[in-house]
């Protein structure tokens, strides 16, 4: 390291913000992430063994992923090597390689290779690695906010350790907040603050469990606070709502919180709570998802799990789509949300889904038996002397329009699959079959008998 390095690192060092000033150097000062490194478990007896594995950091920001690194380094003293995968490339990686290798081969201290965003190389990135974390050159430390399952290459998981590590709580945020005002060597207690308990609350609300917006955000309102008189800075949730602009809100459009939240959409109105569908509608609206994404999906629920209880929750599924496509956002959130609390209240069922899949599963598998006679066009007069069309009722010409004749092949006669609920329009909807056919379509009334016939 030259002159120029090292005065570097230590201006960095002094000038840092505050969340990386204060990233914790024992573990009894870590706040969270008790389920994986607490005194009793598994992982922090094996760096205080200094038998650390490679291991891959999943959640979300701002719960501690690189703090966590470099502790590692710090308790196994162990040189710390760290890459950002949206900066560093193959020859930044080969470089590490070979800088390990020779401190291993001069005075046998191991490294620790840290790279932030994991999820960001490519396959021929992560391979690059491969080799080196199967023969110990490095261990490995990746830190993602992404599924590792989908963005890790499978023979890189298979040699890692997977931890995954949760949003802080309010409280946690809070003390790492308590502990900043009064640090005197790296925190603000020189800058003698008085954050009002309203405005505490408010940041740790507004913080979604991420430490490091918690802190640069109280740093940055306190540099913008002239002292008063008594050299005392007071920060109100005014000046907070100020410093943040917009209160930040943890989402990705293509990764698990995405699928997350989509997910807790549909079936908060599949349970038919519109209080929770309409919050999950906020969230997604809130973090900017494609508004088109929502409705197609109301659209699949609306014919899914509402189906023919209420046969008019498909049109104004629909109907919300069209609108949000001709007025654009913010005011198609309005049609979304009317569409959701009418989607969330209506009755449910889903024969119609259950039915489609039954008959799918027989299309693929069951032996595809010709179209009876009587149900094909006879257009030709080779048609009518083979049989076609012969024997075919027509419905309107019998009584209640009902003619009571079979239309399924020979080998699925019997099949039922279709079998309406209670709920709502539905309820019509099964009366009228079983006044037609009896109890079950396949059990019911016999061949060209209905109950009009």
Same mark, same amino acid.
């Given at each position: 390291m030259t002159?120029?390095?090292?005065?570097r690192?230590?201006?960095?060092s002094?000038?840092a913000p505050?969340a990386?000033?204060?990233?914790?150097r024992t573990f009894? +000062?870590?706040?969270g992430?008790?389920h994986i490194?607490?005194?009793?478990r598994?992982?922090r007896?094996s760096i205080?063994?200094d038998?650390?594995?490679?291991m891959?950091?999943?959640?979300?920001?701002?719960?501690?992923?690189?703090t966590?690194?470099l502790l590692?380094?710090?308790?196994?003293r162990?040189?710390?090597?760290?890459v /950002?995968?949206?900066?560093?490339?193959?020859?930044?990686?080969?470089? =590490?390689?070979?800088?390990?290798?020779?401190?291993?081969?001069?005075?046998g201290?191991r490294?620790i290779l840290f790279? %932030?965003?994991?999820?960001r190389f490519n396959k021929s990135?992560q391979?690059?690695?491969?080799?080196?974390?199967?023969d110990?050159t490095?261990?490995?430390?990746g830190?993602?906010t992404?599924?590792?399952?989908f963005?890790?290459i499978?023979p890189l998981?298979?040699r890692?350790r997977?931890f995954?590590?949760?949003?802080l709580?309010?409280?946690?945020?809070g =003390?790492?907040?308590?502990?900043?005002?009064?640090?005197a060597e790296?925190?603000?207690?020189?800058m003698?603050i008085?954050l009002?308990?309203?405005?505490?609350?408010?940041?740790?609300?507004?913080?979604?469990g991420?430490?490091?917006?918690?802190?640069?955000t109280i740093?940055?309102?306190?540099?913008?606070i002239?002292p008063d008189?008594?050299?005392?800075?007071?920060?109100?949730?005014?000046?907070?709502? %100020?410093?943040l602009?917009?209160r930040?809100?943890?989402?990705d459009?293509?990764?698990d919180? #995405?699928?997350?939240?989509?997910?807790?959409? =549909?079936?908060?109105?599949?349970? /038919?709570d519109?209080?929770?569908?309409?919050y999950?509608?906020?969230?997604?609206?809130?973090?900017g +998802?494609?508004p088109?994404? =929502?409705?197609?999906?109301?659209?699949?629920?609306?014919?899914?799990d509402i189906?023919?209880?209420e046969?008019?929750?498909l049109?104004?599924?629909?109907a919300?789509? #069209?609108?949000?496509?001709?007025?654009g956002m913010p005011?198609?959130?309005i049609?979304?949300? +009317?569409?959701?609390?009418y989607?969330?209240?209506?009755p449910?069922?889903?024969?119609?889904?259950?039915?489609l899949?039954?008959?799918?599963e027989?299309?693929?598998?069951?032996?595809?038996?010709?179209?009876?006679?009587h149900?094909?066009?006879a257009?030709?007069?080779?048609?009518r002397e083979?049989?076609?069309?012969? %024997?075919?009722?027509?419905?309107?010409?019998?009584?209640? #329009?009902?003619?009571?004749?079979?239309?399924l092949? %020979?080998?699925?006669?019997?099949?039922?699959?279709?079998?309406?609920?209670d709920?709502?329009?539905?309820? +019509?909807?099964?009366?009228?079959? /079983?006044?037609?056919?009896?109890e079950?379509?396949g059990?019911?009334a016999?061949?060209g008998?209905g109950?009009?016939?």
């Amino acid at each position: 390291m030259t002159l120029f390095d090292e005065q570097r690192k230590q201006r960095l060092s002094r000038d840092a913000p505050l969340a990386a000033r204060m990233r914790p150097r024992t573990f009894d +000062e870590l706040v969270g992430q008790e389920h994986i490194v607490g005194p009793d478990r598994v992982l922090r007896k094996s760096i205080e063994a200094d038998q650390v594995p490679s291991m891959v950091l999943w959640g979300p920001p701002g719960s501690g992923k690189t703090t966590l690194a470099l502790l590692i380094a710090t308790v196994t003293r162990s040189h710390f090597a760290q890459v /950002s995968a949206v900066a560093a490339g193959v020859a930044d990686l080969r470089k =590490i390689i070979r800088e390990a290798q020779d401190r291993l081969g001069m005075n046998g201290q191991r490294t620790i290779l840290f790279i %932030d965003e994991i999820h960001r190389f490519n396959k021929s990135q992560q391979d690059s690695v491969l080799p080196y974390v199967e023969d110990g050159t490095v261990t490995l430390i990746g830190a993602t906010t992404e599924n590792p399952s989908f963005e890790v290459i499978g023979p890189l998981l298979s040699r890692c350790r997977v931890f995954t590590l949760n949003p802080l709580t309010e409280e946690q945020v809070g =003390i790492l907040v308590d502990r900043a005002l009064s640090d005197a060597e790296r925190g603000l207690h020189a800058m003698q603050i008085a954050l009002q308990e309203d405005a505490r609350r408010f940041l740790l609300t507004a913080a979604n469990g991420d430490a490091r917006i918690a802190l640069n955000t109280i740093e940055f309102a306190a540099s913008a606070i002239a002292p008063d008189a008594g050299g005392r800075r007071l920060i109100t949730v005014a000046t907070l709502e %100020d410093a943040l602009q917009h209160r930040a809100i943890m989402y990705d459009k293509a990764g698990d919180l #995405h699928y997350d939240t989509i997910s807790a959409y =549909i079936k908060s109105v599949r349970a /038919s709570d519109p209080d929770a569908a309409i919050y999950w509608l906020s969230r997604m609206i809130e973090a900017g +998802e494609d508004p088109l994404f =929502i409705v197609r999906r109301m659209v699949i629920l609306a014919a899914e799990d509402i189906g023919m209880a209420e046969p008019n929750a498909l049109p104004i599924a629909v109907a919300a789509q #069209h609108a949000v496509h001709f007025i654009g956002m913010p005011e198609g959130a309005i049609p979304m949300a +009317e569409a959701t609390v009418y989607l969330a209240t209506a009755p449910k069922s889903n024969s119609a889904y259950a039915a489609l899949n039954q008959a799918r599963e027989d299309a693929r598998h069951s032996r595809n038996d010709p179209v009876p006679l009587h149900l094909r066009n006879a257009v030709t007069p080779l048609m009518r002397e083979s049989g076609y069309g012969r %024997d075919y009722k027509y419905a309107h010409n019998h009584p209640d #329009h009902f003619a009571g004749q079979r239309n399924l092949p %020979d080998n699925l006669k019997e099949r039922v699959y279709y079998e309406p609920t209670d709920q709502g329009y539905e309820k +019509e909807v099964a009366e009228r079959i /079983s006044r037609w056919w009896g109890e079950g379509k396949g059990k019911g009334a016999p061949e060209g008998k209905g109950p009009s016939a």
